[in-house]
């Protein structure tokens, strides 16, 4: 059910510049709100710019709604100067999110401001004592700055960070340690990628998931999550489909209603016809997109 309410700003701190972190207080919309999903957000209390526009959940902390956003145009900029106390309109959580229902080895791969509704995806898989791999890719060491501490704060347990080995045999040493005690272990691991080698393996995020997905079969992980720039999620679809893994991937689209009114969201469903990114998604199983079309 859509709940359109107003929300005072309790904080909105640049986690690096041009990206900031928004804390909203709004008990009703925080209790719903699951990973994957977003909400229709009014970036200034006035009349201009008048259309609200879709942000994703990056988490809740009790009655607070955190948005972590990046500054892109007009709207996003005006956002970056709201200061606590200010009121803002809001409606959601809206469309679908991550299910995350039978995930028992998960892959999360981020690019970009994708780290933002993974973070909370990485999140509940902690609270539910679930291991998972998270792996992150960027341009340089620059364009990861910030977002990664984001994932370390959301986590109890922290991040350990691992090599391309380490990815290799996470699920396979969790599965052993499952078996006599799992204490003290951190349950997520994280590896990272940028293009330009300044941080992390050099290349692509997508070459760390092909690298994880090559381990031992009989450990092969069972899903994977996915939300970054398109040429990304095409990769993961790619490699997803061919190493015979579930995976779900977060799209995003231009949205003026959010409710599934205007259209304007559509992307191409596989065996023809559009999907409303508002409505069937934005989080869709990656086999419902015709990737040839989007
Ligand atoms: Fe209007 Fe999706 S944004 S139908």
């Known amino acids: 059910m859509t709940t359109i309410v107003k ?26 709100a699951r990973p994957g999903q977003f909400v229709m957000l009014k970036v200034a209390p006035g009349p201009d710019p008048l259309l609200a526009r879709p942000f994703s959940v990056h988490g809740t902390d009790g009655g607070k709604l955190l948005i972590l956003y990046q500054v892109r145009g007009k709207g996003t900029r005006l956002l970056a100067e ?4 200010l009121e803002l309109t809001l409606w959601g959580p809206q469309g679908r999110g991550f299910d995350l229902g039978g995930a028992k080895r998960p892959i999360l791969v981020a ?52 090599s391309v080995e ?60 996915s939300c970054g720039p398109l040429p990304m999620l095409k990769a993961v679809a790619r490699i997803c489909a061919k190493q015979k893994v579930a995976s779900q991937v977060s799209l995003e689209a231009p949205m003026a209603c959010g409710v599934g009114a205007c259209q304007g969201c559509v992307q191409p469903a596989a065996g023809g016809g559009y999907l409303r990114v508002c409505q069937e998604g934005p989080v869709l199983d990656a086999a419902q997109v015709d990737w040839e079309r989007v």
């Open 82 to 85: 709201a200061e606590p106390g």
């Open 166 to 225: 380490r990815l290799r045999s996470f699920f396979a040493a969790k599965t052993k340690a499952a078996e006599t005690s799992f204490s003290g272990a951190p349950r997520i691991i994280l590896g990272t990628s940028t293009e330009d080698g300044s941080f992390g393996h050099k290349g692509l995020v997508t070459d760390l998931l092909e690298e994880s997905l090559s381990a031992s079969q009989d450990l092969q992980p069972d899903l994977v999550l």
């Open 7 to 32: 929300a005072k700003v309790v904080g909105n701190q640049a986690v690096r510049p041009e990206v900031f972190l928004l804390t909203l207080e709004t008990p009703e919309i925080a209790a719903a």
């Open 111 to 162: 690019g970009g401001m994708g780290m933002a509704p993974l973070a909370f995806a990485a999140k509940v898989l902690e609270e539910r004592a679930i291991p998972s791999l998270f792996l992150n890719g960027g341009a340089n060491q620059e364009s990861i700055r910030g977002l990664e501490d984001r994932l370390e704060a959301m986590l109890v347990a922290g991040i350990e960070r691992g």
